[in-house]
């Protein structure tokens, strides 16, 4: 058990809709990073969030939006989903800039319909 | 650009066999460079961490070499068993800005009985 905490974990929806992704990140851990990973390819970097800050943005696509809350859980945004969007997301958390390791939660997998 | 390739992209060996799986990267200025082993369906659990000053680092049947100088990394899995059957995902982290990792697309290794 890595100590991040996903939910949902699974998802399912039909295009056009919203939908919000949670993760809980490890205790003491101040950043939070969200990957996307589609069937067959490589994690993609969304998004980082540093104590409640954002910190860096990957190739996140404006229809996604995060924010790191005081208690330092985090919420994804997808709104308008596409097929495409279907995949595979990861939150993770380290104790200090991405020099410690990541843990990684579980995932959230989403499809939609 | 920041980039990580792995090779080879898959790989099928026996139970019992060792294997070697290759990672080049152009990450500058480097920071460090980790191992992650991700079983289907689940979250990248990290392997083994290696920084500038180091050159073989070792976790139990898993060995991971570093060479700065050519920027290559190697991970060895010695007397293979089932249960390392999963993705080997390579990732690097710059010294420079936000520190956010840069991931390789895997090697997907299967191991047979």
Same mark, same amino acid.
């Given at each position: ?17 919203? @939908? ?8 003491? #851990?101040?950043? @939070? %990073?969200? %990957?996307?990973?589609?069937? #067959?390819?490589?994690?993609? $970097?969304?998004?980082? %969030? %540093? ?19 005081? #208690? ?12 495409? #969007?279907?995949?595979?997301? $990861? ?11 990541? $843990? ?7 499809? @939609?319909? | ?40 369906? =689940?979250?990248? &659990? ?9 050159? +073989?680092?070792?976790?139990? =049947?898993? +060995? ?26 390579? &990732? &690097? ?8 990792? +840069?991931?390789? =697309?895997?090697?997907?290794?299967? &191991?047979?009985?």
């Amino acid at each position: 058990d890595s100590g991040v905490t996903q939910t949902p974990k699974h998802l399912i929806t039909a295009t056009g809709q919203r @939908v919000t992704l949670r993760c809980s990140p490890r205790s003491g #851990d101040l950043s @939070v %990073y969200w %990957y996307q990973q589609s069937l #067959d390819q490589g994690l993609q $970097f969304l998004i980082q %969030y %540093y104590n409640g800050e954002e910190r860096a943005k990957g190739n996140i696509l404006e229809r996604f939006s995060a924010q790191q809350f005081p #208690d330092l859980h985090s919420e994804l945004n997808l709104s308008s989903l596409e097929l495409g #969007d279907s995949a595979l997301y $990861f939150c993770a958390s380290s104790s200090w800039d991405s020099r410690e390791k990541l $843990f990684f939660g579980s995932g959230t997998q989403l499809s @939609v319909l | 650009k920041n980039q990580v390739e792995q090779s080879p992209q898959s790989l099928i060996i026996l139970e019992g066999k060792n294997c070697t799986l290759q990672c080049n990267y152009t990450v500058s200025p480097f920071s460090n460079l980790r191992w992650y082993k991700q079983d289907t369906g =689940r979250g990248p &659990v990290s392997l083994t961490i290696m920084t500038f000053s180091e050159n +073989t680092k070792s976790n139990g =049947r898993y +060995t991971a070499t570093l060479d700065a100088d050519t920027k290559q990394s190697s991970l060895h899995i010695t007397a293979s068993q089932l249960s390392d059957s999963a993705s080997y995902i390579c &990732v &690097v982290t710059s010294s420079g800005g936000s520190y956010i990792p +840069t991931f390789g =697309r895997g090697t997907s290794l299967i &191991v047979h009985p």
